[in-house]
């Protein structure tokens, strides 16, 4: 089973949007978890979706097409879960081959680390995380705003308290030794004891979008 994650950039520039949807086929995630999404992005290959809520027009220019999240399923999604902010993270309960797993897509903070949004993005999530992760297997990805193996893109007090609230609710960050990397896979540590998994990235010279693409692969 593939999980995946990428911030799209609001896909500002419309000549990216079939190398975007070329790089996700390739990709062939079963579980994708998209950041700064725009449903001009069409990916008829994924049975099942949820999606953030309509973004007001200010003060960001949103168009009427974006969401700041959205996961892709292969899976069924049997149930979704209420998030403290529904226009920046959603969740959804999916039935995968190996088990149920719940999936908390989020962006931290809009305009990164320095945004007012980011502590209060930060700090309720961590509630939603410590609440969510007791209802099953839990996975929390997308764009965490963090970098966690080098300097690239961090506070050192987003960095401890990420760190903490995974490590108190048994959470493995699956993508923490990435390298300029601030977009995460973060999986309760009972379901990956099973497996192994195998990192891969894509758009490294960021040529599509802003961010990398990480993905995960587990595998007996």
Same mark, same amino acid.
């Given at each position: 089973?593939?999980?995946a994650?990428?911030n799209?950039e609001?896909?500002?520039?419309?000549?990216?949007l079939?190398?975007?949807?070329?790089?996700i086929?390739?990709?062939?995630?079963? @579980?994708l978890?998209?950041?700064?999404?725009?449903?001009?992005?069409?990916?008829?290959?994924?049975?099942?979706?949820?999606?953030?809520?309509?973004?007001?027009?200010?003060?960001?220019?949103?168009?009427?097409?974006?969401?700041?999240?959205?996961?892709?399923?292969k899976?069924?999604?049997?149930?979704?879960?209420?998030?403290y902010?529904?226009?920046?993270?959603?969740?959804?309960?999916?039935?995968t081959?190996l088990?149920?797993? @719940?999936?908390?897509?989020?962006?931290?903070? @809009?305009?990164?680390?320095?945004?007012?949004?980011?502590?209060?993005?930060?700090?309720?999530?961590?509630?939603?995380?410590?609440?969510?992760?007791?209802?099953?297997?839990?996975?929390?990805?997308?764009?965490l705003?963090?970098?966690?193996?080098d300097?690239?893109?961090?506070?050192?007090?987003?960095r401890?308290?990420?760190?903490?609230?995974?490590?108190?609710?048994?959470?493995?960050?699956?993508?923490?030794?990435?390298s300029k990397?601030i977009?995460?896979?973060?999986?309760?540590?009972?379901f990956?004891?099973?497996?192994?998994?195998?990192?891969?990235?894509?758009? @490294?010279?960021?040529e599509?979008?802003?961010?990398?693409?990480?993905?995960?692969?587990l595998?007996?």
């Amino acid at each position: 089973m593939k999980i995946a994650t990428w911030n799209i950039e609001r896909l500002k520039t419309k000549k990216n949007l079939i190398p975007v949807v070329e790089n996700i086929r390739k990709i062939d995630a079963d @579980i994708l978890i998209l950041t700064e999404f725009n449903n001009i992005v069409e990916l008829p290959f994924y049975e099942f979706k949820i999606e953030t809520q309509k973004l007001p027009r200010e003060p960001y220019d949103y168009k009427e097409t974006e969401r700041r999240v959205a996961i892709f399923s292969k899976f069924p999604i049997i149930k979704t879960l209420k998030t403290y902010d529904e226009m920046s993270s959603c969740c959804a309960e999916i039935q995968t081959n190996l088990g149920n797993l @719940i999936v908390y897509g989020t962006i931290v903070g @809009i305009l990164g680390y320095s945004d007012k949004n980011f502590k209060t993005d930060l700090e309720k999530q961590t509630k939603d995380i410590n609440s969510l992760s007791k209802l099953g297997h839990f996975c929390y990805s997308g764009d965490l705003n963090t970098s966690f193996s080098d300097n690239y893109y961090f506070t050192h007090i987003a960095r401890e308290k990420f760190i903490k609230c995974f490590q108190e609710n048994d959470l493995i960050n699956t993508t923490e030794n990435l390298s300029k990397n601030i977009d995460h896979i973060v999986v309760s540590e009972n379901f990956l004891s099973n497996f192994k998994f195998q990192i891969s990235e894509w758009n @490294i010279n960021k040529e599509f979008s802003d961010h990398k693409g990480i993905c995960i692969e587990l595998k007996k």
